[in-house]
């Protein structure tokens, strides 16, 4: 069965400092992509960052990144320079299968 | 470009009564397309998901139905709405299975 887990119910960080986002996930696939979506108050799902299982190479976007590592089954998201307005509910996602979502707080 | 549409923005319905809820996309064609609904402060559970007109998969036995009149309507639909099926319904799409999904802006349903 495919299941994705986010251990971080809530997480906080300092203004301008780093903050890494875990998740875990379970597949018998090769070939898949893994995604980072942020879910601000307003409740609209925005794509953060998107993971081709086939590249070993972390993608990044600007002040996010992941780390994947594929044996480990394991798909972090770091926000470096962390912004207010990066406070927000953010999901961790393997194709229909989204984790229960880590609450970001940003403290001024 | 692509955008998806999604309504009303919320609704209030008392129990027993019917349910429809309406997505469109724009800007692409034979879109995946996929109904979630989401718990306060939960993650999202996918009820149906769909990959071509007619052609409707259901993941979680409920009385919700959808169904997929035209290549980029998606409509989520209930005979008799419980007090459980409230909740934030989201509609999205996608080019393809496992690929980024797009999301539109959410329906708030309260039933009464």
């Known amino acids: 069965a495919q299941t994705v887990t986010q251990s971080q119910p809530e997480m906080s960080v300092q203004e301008a400092e780093t903050v890494t986002l875990s998740c875990t996930y379970d597949?018998?696939?090769?070939?898949?992509?893994l995604f980072w979506y942020k879910q601000p108050p307003s409740r609209q799902m925005i794509l953060v960052i998107r993971?081709?299982?086939?590249?070993?190479q972390n993608a990044t976007e600007n002040r996010f990144s992941v780390n994947f590592q594929k044996a480990a089954k394991s798909f972090s998201l770091k926000i470096s320079d962390s912004q207010l307005g990066d406070a927000a509910m953010y999901f961790c996602?393997?194709?229909?299968?989204f984790g229960a979502g880590t609450r970001l707080t940003v403290k001024p | 470009s692509q955008t998806i549409h999604q309504w009303p923005a919320t609704l209030v319905q008392p129990v027993g009564s019917p349910l429809s809820l309406e997505c469109t996309v724009e800007g692409t064609s034979n879109p995946n397309l996929y109904w979630y609904r989401q718990a306060a402060g939960r993650g999202l559970q996918l009820l149906f998901y769909?990959?071509?007109?007619?052609?409707i998969s259901s993941e979680v036995p409920q009385n919700l139905s959808a169904s997929r009149p035209q290549d980029r309507q998606f409509i989520l639909s209930s005979k008799k709405l419980l007090l459980s099926d409230s909740g934030f319904y989201l509609c999205?799409?996608?080019?393809?299975?496992?690929?980024?999904?797009?999301f539109g802006p959410g329906t708030r349903l309260l039933v009464l």
């Open positions: 769909s990959v071509g007109i007619g052609q």
């Open positions: 996602a393997y194709a229909v299968r």
């Open positions: 993971q081709e299982a086939y590249k070993q």
């Open positions: 597949t018998s696939e090769s070939d898949y992509y």
């Open positions: 999205a799409w996608s080019r393809g299975q496992g690929e980024t999904q797009y």
